[in-house]
């Protein structure tokens, strides 16, 4: 075939093998010598892809299977009518299936800025709460690249604006000086801001009193350990991201739109359990605590006409 071909071609106008103007289609010209011996037909079935027990992951995501191709374009042949010598018969255009049409995805080399902030302000329960999993994806641009290798170069904000706040409508102690403290209530109150050291590491008491400056550093603790876990979880996200394959832009956008649940996600399995966290911050602030306490006893104890509380 590929003699008569390049036989043919030299007889015939080079533009008529060429690409015709403006279009994808390159025109083919053969002569077939035709077969009698019905042994040699052509057999569609023998074409057709076999089943296989193939081993899981042996087969490429992606890979155009030539068989199968070739199956595809075979499979009219079988409704084409027998033509006699001097006949000519057209053939049916054919077209491959949908199904066969592969995608070649292009990787993707994304930035990510990561954009903390950390606010006082919002209702709370007391005595506190720090909302952390809030995110904004913002700024976002994909620039497709011819390659080599081609890509799509990805670059977006994820804001992650996090916010606490405390409350309580027990009696604030700014400290053993505050003008709230009696020689009555003050072991109360020193009793209320000691720091119970089998309870998640140091959580105080608080009945009646508390201290909202410590529980300002509770909820502070809080708001930069999901920072950084959170700014942590970004950088994974950002590595998965780069791992991606992706062949348009709205592929690249539904990618991106993942990355805010990964980074919930790395930063839960971070934090540990309520337990965990709870322990840290409460023992990050226990020292204040304690060191409160002692000092209101202290000044207490030395009674009202010695200095002590009226």
Do not use: C
């Not at 533009?15 to 077939?32: E, M, N, Y």
């Not at 201290?211 to 950002?238: I, K, P, V, Y």
């Not at 790395?266 to 226990?286: I, L, M, N, P």
Request: proline residues 8%; negative net charge.
């Amino acid at each position: 075939m590929q003699r008569l071909l390049q036989a043919n071609t030299e007889d015939r106008d080079d533009a008529a093998t060429k690409a015709v103007a403006g279009t994808s289609r390159i025109s083919f010209h053969a002569v077939i010598p035709r077969r009698r011996d019905p042994q040699h037909e052509l057999s569609t079935s023998a074409m057709a892809p076999r089943d296989a027990d193939a081993a899981e992951g042996a087969e490429e995501p992606n890979v155009v299977d030539p068989a199968q191709v070739t199956a595809a374009f075979t499979a009219p042949a079988s409704d084409v009518p027998n033509a006699e010598a001097g006949e000519t018969v057209t053939l049916p255009d054919m077209q491959m299936p949908e199904a066969l049409q592969m995608v070649d995805n292009d990787a993707i080399a994304s930035t990510i800025t990561f954009s903390p902030t950390i606010t006082q302000t919002g209702v709370v329960s007391p005595f506190g709460a720090t909302t952390w999993s809030n995110f904004n994806i913002t700024g976002t641009t994909v620039t497709p690249s011819p390659g080599p290798p081609p890509s799509f170069t990805a670059t977006f904000t994820l804001e992650n604006p996090i916010t606490f706040n405390v409350t309580s409508t027990n009696t604030d102690i700014a400290s053993e000086n505050d003008p709230a403290l009696t020689n009555t209530n003050y072991p109360t109150a020193a009793s209320d801001l000691t720091p119970n050291m089998s309870d998640l590491g140091g959580r105080p008491p608080r009945t009646q009193f508390w201290a909202s400056d410590l529980t300002t550093r509770h909820e502070r603790f809080h708001s930069d350990e999901r920072s950084r876990l959170n700014r942590a979880g970004a950088t994974q996200a950002q590595t998965w991201l780069n791992s991606q394959m992706a062949g348009s832009v709205a592929d690249v956008q539904a990618l991106i739109a993942q990355v805010p649940g990964k980074v919930i996600t790395a930063s839960q399995a971070a934090v540990g359990t309520v337990a965990q966290k709870e322990s840290r911050a409460y023992g990050d602030g226990a020292p204040s605590y304690q060191a409160g306490a002692d000092a209101i006893r202290t000044k207490g104890a030395k009674g009202p006409t010695g200095g002590g509380y009226p």
